[in-house]
């Protein structure tokens, strides 16, 4: 069985920064897309970057420039790095991933807070 895990949320002054990880374990098949979403309060969950085994990447408007994905193909585990945070950014993170059979996996999810 699949399982993600994440960590790196916490409280964080705005302009701060914040770095997640994502470590997944029990794949059988090859992971191909990683991802980090997000949602606040009262919205719907959205996307906030992803990247392609082959490294190619993908970002909402409202983070490009702040945040950045990496990942690591041997460990299995992708990154978050969050620049300049604004109190917008405050939202329960997940991270989620896609095999090569399409079949996709969510982590348990972790709160991040923008506030001063």
């Known amino acids: 069985q699949v399982q993600l895990v994440e960590s790196g949320g916490g409280l964080v002054q705005p302009g701060g920064s914040l770095r997640l990880s994502c470590a997944v374990s029990?794949?059988?098949?090859?992971?191909?897309?990683m991802g980090w979403y997000r949602q606040a309060p009262g919205k719907q969950r959205g996307l906030v970057a992803l990247?392609?085994?082959?490294?190619?990447?993908d970002y909402a408007d409202s983070v490009k420039g702040r945040f950045t994905i990496s990942r690591d193909n041997a460990k299995n585990t992708v990154y978050l790095q969050m620049n300049s945070l604004k109190p917008e950014d405050t939202a329960v993170y997940y991270c989620?991933?896609?095999?090569?059979?399409?079949?996709?996996?969510w982590g348990q999810g972790t709160q991040v807070t923008v506030s001063s």
């Open positions: 989620k991933t896609e095999d090569e059979l399409g079949h996709t996996d």
């Open positions: 990247i392609t085994i082959g490294g190619g990447t």
């Open positions: 029990g794949a059988i098949v090859r992971i191909n897309a």
